[in-house]
C-alpha cells in the first residue's frame, strides 16, 4: 500500500544528535488553554478549574472572553485562606461540585481540573473526584487532570484530559479489529474522515474524545488507533496500558501527510491498493490544485518555528514539501521520537531542529536571521512585530479546522495571510 503514496516511507532520518536541545526561560501558555477546544468538543462535559484569579483570567482570555448563556467551564476560586490552610479546601469543593451539579443537570461529566495553586497546597483532585464520583454516579462521572502550568506546555492539557478519560473508557475485548482516532478534531473534519473510512471500507471508526461522554470508545487488544495530534504521549502510552496499538503514521496535515495517515489505517485493515487509490485520488487532486496558489505565494519564503503548540515539526514537513518554504529552525517543547519518527523522516536534510526553549538565546538567532515569517507563541509575537518581523500565532493553529485533505489549503492560507498584509502595508 505505501508504495502509491509519494513520502510515505521515503526521506531521510533525522540523527537524533543533530537536535539542539535548550532548557532554558521557556514562553508558553500553559495546559488549562486546552479547555477552550475541549469544552466545545466533549458537548455534555464540565471543566471546574480549581485555582486562582489568574488562572480564571487566563481561561477568559484565551476564551477571547467569550460570553456564553450557559457556559461549561469555570473556575473554582481559591482565597488567601485556603492557601494557607485556614479552610478545608475540600468541604469547600464538595460544596461548589454540589451547587454546580444540582443548577446543571446538563452536565454528564465532570473534569476537575488542577492548578498551579491546587498542586502548590498538595490538594488531592483524584480522591476528591473519587469522592465526589461515589456521590453523584451515575448521573454524573467526575474525573480529573492537571492543567498545571509548571513545566508544561498548552497543548499538554488536552493530553492530560484524554488519558483521564482511558481508564473510563469500557473495554473493547479481543473481537474484530476496530480504529480509534485519538485527538480532537473539528466536527466537520471527523465527518469527513468517517466518510473517507465507511469508502474505504474500514468497519465503524471510533473517536476520543468522543462528542458526548456516553459514547466513550471501547479500548482493547482489537483497538487500533491513529494518532490525529501530535502531543498526546500520555494518552498513547495508557491506550498502550490497555492492549491498543498505534498505528505509526505521519499526522493528517497537508495532502502527503493526509495521504500518508490515511493509507496507515488502510494498511492495517488490508483495503486493496487500488480501492484506495480510487477513494483518495480525487480529494488529493482537488486539495493540490488548491494549494497551488499559496505555492506561488510561499516558495521560497524563509520561515522560524518558535516551540508552542508541539505541532511544528508537522508543519514543517508540509511547508517545505508541499509549499516549497525554507525552513530557518524548527522548535518543539518536546520531541517525541517515536511517535514523530515517521515525521522527522520526511524534514529536509541537515534542518535545524531545537527541542525546549531558551527563549533569550532563540530570540537572537531568530533576529540575525530575519525570516520572512515567524510562527511563535501570542507573548512574542506581539514585539517581533513591533521590530518589523511577520509573524504568526501558533495557537490559532489549534483553534482552526486543519486536518485532511479539504483543510489543505486552509492550513497554507493561514501562513500566507499575513505575509500579504504584512505587504500591504509596506506599499
Ligand atoms: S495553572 Fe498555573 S500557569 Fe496556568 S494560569 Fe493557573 S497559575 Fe498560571
Not at 495517515?261 to 480525487?282: I, K, R
Not at 534542518?351 to 501570542?378: I, Y
Request: charged share 20%.
Amino acid at each position: 500500500m505505501n508504495a502509491h503514496v509519494q513520502g510515505c516511507t521515503a526521506g531521510t532520518e533525522i540523527a537524533v544528535d543533530a537536535v539542539r536541545r535548550e532548557s532554558g526561560q521557556r514562553e508558553v501558555f500553559c495546559g488549562l488553554t486546552g479547555i477552550v477546544w475541549l469544552h466545545r468538543k466533549i458537548q455534555d462535559a464540565f471543566f471546574l478549574v480549581v485555582g486562582s484569579r489568574t488562572c480564571a483570567h487566563l481561561i477568559q482570555s484565551a476564551a477571547g472572553v467569550m460570553i456564553f448563556a450557559e457556559p461549561r467551564f469555570a473556575t473554582a476560586i481559591m482565597e488567601e485562606k485556603d492557601l494557607a490552610g485556614l479552610t478545608d479546601a475540600n468541604d469547600e469543593l464538595d460544596r461548589i461540585v454540589t451547587q454546580l451539579i444540582a443548577r446543571r443537570p446538563d452536565i454528564r461529566l465532570l473534569f476537575l481540573v488542577g492548578s498551579c495553586p491546587s498542586e502548590v497546597i498538595k490538594l488531592d483532585l483524584s480522591r476528591a473526584a473519587l469522592r465526589l464520583s461515589q456521590k453523584f454516579s451515575p448521573a454524573v462521572r467526575i474525573l480529573n487532570y492537571s492543567g498545571s502550568g509548571i513545566e508544561t506546555t498548552f497543548t499538554q492539557g488536552e493530553d492530560a484530559c484524554l488519558a483521564s478519560l482511558v481508564p473510563a473508557a469500557p473495554s473493547g475485548g479481543t473481537g474484530e479489529d476496530q480504529l480509534l482516532i485519538v485527538g480532537s478534531l473539528a466536527d466537520v473534519v471527523e465527518d469527513q474522515f468517517v466518510r473517507m473510512f465507511e469508502a474505504l471500507g474500514i468497519g465503524k471508526v471510533q473517536f476520543l474524545p468522543p462528542r458526548n461522554s456516553t459514547a466513550l470508545p471501547a479500548v482493547g487488544p482489537n483497538t487500533k488507533f491513529l494518532l490525529a495530534q501530535p502531543f498526546l504521549a500520555d494518552t498513547a502510552r495508557a491506550l498502550e496500558d490497555r492492549g491498543a496499538k498505534r498505528l505509526a503514521a505521519p499526522f493528517p496535515l497537508g495532502v502527503e501527510g493526509t495521504t500518508a495517515w490515511l493509507c496507515a489505517a488502510a494498511d492495517a485493515f488490508g483495503v486493496a491498493p487500488a480501492l484506495f487509490e480510487t477513494v483518495t485520488h480525487p480529494y488529493r487532486v482537488r486539495a493540490e490544485r488548491a494549494l497551488m496558489r499559496y505555492r506561488d505565494q510561499l516558495a521560497g519564503r524563509r520561515i522560524f518555528l518558535f516551540p508552542d503548540s508541539q505541532l511544528e515539526i508537522p508543519l514543517a514537513r508540509f511547508l517545505s514539501r508541499e509549499l516549497s518554504m525554507q525552513l530557518v529552525e524548527v522548535g518543539t517543547p518536546y520531541l517525541h521520537r517515536e511517535h514523530l519518527a515517521e515525521e522527522l523522516k520526511l524534514l529536509p536534510a541537515g534542518v535545524a531542529l531545537t527541542e525546549g526553549q531558551d527563549v533569550d538565546l532563540q530570540l537572537d538567532r531568530c533576529r540575525s536571521s530575519r525570516p520572512d515569517l515567524v510562527v511563535c507563541g501570542l507573548g512574542l509575537a506581539n514585539p517581533l512585530e513591533a521590530e518589523g518581523m511577520t509573524t504568526k500565532w501558533s495557537i490559532e493553529l489549534v483553534f482552526t479546522p486543519i486536518q485532511g485533505y479539504e483543510q489543505a489549503a486552509d492550513l497554507a492560507e493561514l501562513f500566507a495571510r499575513p505575509l500579504v498584509r504584512r505587504a500591504k502595508l509596506v506599499a
